[in-house]
């Protein structure tokens, strides 16, 4: 891939999140994945740390190490022709430097967005202290276009996913991150674990930017996100947990019914599967 295409996808994806439509945004687990979502006609595609991480035999939480990450990034842009962003969690490191470490490896494995979390890895977690998130931010920014890459960045914030605090302040605990992200150089914010149709829309009103949802059974519908003004759909895991559900189902019909109807049925050909690589 050459710095120009790699840039001219990085200006793509960031447009991606101002309209006219909601961005919808597939997490893949490997090539495989990404290639089924890129053929099935999403704009960009987007990488599961979990999902990553169950399918190299470990655990989420940065538990693979920044190489085994960076590996899988690389795998799929070397296949997927549409903008790749990856999850770095909380960047595969404890000191900005080794954070920005992991930017510029993800950027050069093809990588044109990241994701990155406000809390700190820890047995406990907990909450960034908003300066030492800013500061980085910004930082991940330089370090961007020092590559001539215009990363696209997508800022975690984590208070409602971790219940952290009152919570009747959590809703302003929020709306301060957002804001301070975004004037760090935060393309977008991403309020995980934020589901209530009310809080969402508020947030969004409140950090005057994109805002990404990641989607569940208790979120509203892509119709009714996109009148809330959100700019981006995610599914973090949810997509490979519904394809293990499925496997999970195949497993069960032979094992209990000596049959495998539910295998046979609706699935891709040979030639199919590997065209997805070829």
């Not at 208070?159 to 302040?169: K, Q």
Request: glycine residues 8%; charged residues 20%.
């Amino acid at each position: 891939m050459t710095s120009n295409t790699q840039k001219n996808k990085a200006v793509q994806f960031r447009e991606m999140h101002h309209g006219p439509s909601i961005l919808v945004l597939p997490n893949a687990w490997d090539v495989a994945s990404a290639r089924i979502f890129e053929k099935a006609g999403f704009r960009a595609i987007a990488t599961t740390s979990s999902g990553v991480a169950a399918a190299l035999g470990y655990p989420d939480g940065q538990r693979i190490s920044r190489d085994m990450m960076v590996e899988v990034v690389e795998r799929m842009a070397r296949v997927v022709e549409c903008p790749i962003t990856a999850d770095i969690e909380a960047g595969y490191g404890d000191t900005l430097e080794e954070v920005l470490e992991t930017i510029k490896a993800v950027i050069a494995a093809g990588a044109v967005g990241i994701n990155i979390e406000d809390s700190a890895m820890g047995q406990e977690k907990s909450l960034v202290d908003i300066s030492f998130q800013v500061e980085l931010l910004k930082a991940i920014q330089e370090t961007a276009l020092s590559m001539d890459v215009p990363l696209v960045v997508n800022a975690r914030i984590d208070v409602f996913l971790l219940a952290i605090g009152d919570p009747t302040r959590r809703f302003e605990e929020g709306v301060q991150r957002a804001k301070a992200y975004r004037q760090a150089g935060a393309d977008c914010v991403f309020p995980i674990g934020l589901g209530d149709a009310r809080t969402i829309a508020g947030l969004v009103q409140a950090s005057n930017g994109p805002v990404n949802i990641l989607a569940g059974s208790t979120t509203p519908s892509i119709a009714e996100l996109a009148q809330l003004g959100v700019a981006r759909i995610s599914f973090g895991s949810g997509m490979m947990r519904a394809t293990l559900a499925r496997l999970r189902h195949i497993a069960r019909e032979l094992l209990e019914r000596s049959t495998y109807t539910s295998m046979t049925d609706d699935t891709i050909s040979g030639a199919e599967l590997r065209s997805l690589v070829e």
